[in-house]
């Protein structure tokens, strides 16, 4: 009986210290790929990676557009209508891909997709941005697949309201405690490794309130063992391989 007790209580703290590996705007950094392409997105499929990070804008004639900067080749999406976009090409060769097609081709994939709604400076023109990226996910059937993440305190709070009931939508911004958040009813903390090392406590605090926590952007083996060794339970990297090297057992 005793050694039945000790084989659960290991399979249940190993069960608890499973932590996952999100690429950052896909993965990115190898041979083909580019930062929020399809490609990376693939990329990041084909390593097992748990979730693939990729960024939302909306241009001033409601496309939706997957790209980091609030500006591509000079131009300022959230001003620019999709015309103006449509050609230009990533460092990879593809073109700047639109949030359609990223999601048509994660429908075939397997990973997670996390979802970054930029804060627009039009407050209306992301509130739009917010319903279009939820119908879209809907339309498209990956509900469960998708999660949202924003630095956006108001974007933050639309899609908790536009998004099915139960669906994951993290904070970024970072000056919110997991108390705060949990009057919020959010999934989480989603705060970088500079706010994350500054408040430690934050990680068993947002835990025993029922909150996961995912930590970004890291990279050095340094931020990676500490984000380990403080069981966070996901981590957002530039190098996934190497993160996923360090969590086997």
Known sequence: MKRLM????????????????????????????????????????SIGAWGSEFDVWMTADGVLVVNHDETFEGITIETAKWKQLKNLRLKNGEKLPTLEQMLKCGKSLKTRLIVEMKPHTDR???????????????????????????????????????????????????????SQLAELKVAGIDYSIKVMREHPQWID????????????????DRDMEWCINYGVDFITTNAPERLQQKLMP
């Not at 947002?206 to 970004?216: E, I």
């Open 6 to 45: 000790l084989m659960l209580l290991l399979v249940a703290s190993v069960a608890a210290s499973a932590q996952e590996v999100i690429c950052h705007r896909g993965y990115w950094d190898t041979e083909g790929s580019a930062q929020n392409s399809l490609r990376s997105l693939v990329k990041a499929d």
């Open 124 to 178: 209306a023109q992301e509130l739009e941005a917010a319903r279009k990226i939820v119908k879209m996910v809907k339309k498209m059937r990956l509900e469960d697949r998708v999660e949202y993440i924003t630095f956006s305190y108001q974007g933050m709070k639309n899609l908790k309201e536009l998004a099915p009931e139960g669906t994951p939508v993290y904070y970024l911004n970072g000056e919110l405690s997991p």
């Open 205 to 220: 605090e947002a835990h025993a309130l029922g909150m996961k926590v995912n930590v970004w952007t890291v990279n050095s």
